[in-house]
């Protein structure tokens, strides 16, 4: 019902007719997130979606195109999961016209500290902070973690960071990391 919408009456509940996302985004783009995730019966639907970009709200019979760009994501192994039996193949081919494959933090040497900057100065203007910068041992600290959270741990060591920096500048301390944190994570 949140993707397709539904008509009044389809399910207790359902007091008057709504668009789904789907219909939401039509004319625009629609993002679907760990769409490795997705159910088998969803699936389906979803195929019939993408080859004929048309959507039938759930309850309803009227046949409603969309114009939709779909963009997807996952942090799963798609071509395994249709291996076991977990992700349909045809839809794999559908959604995977122009992949793009962003390697995790760990492996991408510079950006751990590019990104560190982007999130301060973000939520440092948001809680009216003046943090301007990290010190020399936080930005060890940031490039030798091995962020098995990925961009989201950054992000929230960032804004924890800012609550507990005392001075203009993030220190390892404030991080809750220290310098020695090797590629284990461990602090």
Not at 48 to 54: I, N, T, Y
Not at 86 to 97: A, K, M, N, Q
Not at 106 to 118: F, K, M, S, T
Request: some cysteine.
């Amino acid at each position: 019902s949140e993707l397709f919408g539904y008509e009044k009456g389809a399910f207790t509940g359902a007091h008057k007719q709504t668009p789904g996302k789907i219909e939401l985004a039509s004319g625009g783009t629609l993002f679907l997130d760990e769409i490795g995730d997705m159910p088998l019966s969803l699936q389906a639907k979803m195929l019939r979606f993408l080859q004929e970009k048309v959507i039938e709200r759930l309850g309803g019979r009227a046949e409603i195109p969309v114009d939709v760009r779909v963009v997807c994501a996952t942090n799963q192994n798609l071509e395994k999961l249709i291996g076991e039996g977990g992700f349909r193949e045809d839809l794999f081919y559908r959604i995977s016209e122009v992949p793009v494959n962003v390697p995790p933090l760990r492996q991408r040497a510079g950006d751990v500290v590019v990104l560190a900057r982007y999130f301060m100065e973000k939520y440092a203007a948001q809680q009216g902070k003046s943090v301007r910068g990290l010190s020399p041992d936080a930005v060890q600290a940031l490039e030798h973690h091995s962020w098995p959270g990925n961009v989201r741990e950054l992000e929230n060591k960032i804004k924890t960071a800012l609550v507990m920096a005392d001075g203009d500048r993030i220190t390892a301390e404030d991080l809750s990391l220290s310098v020695g944190d090797g590629e284990d994570g461990e602090n």
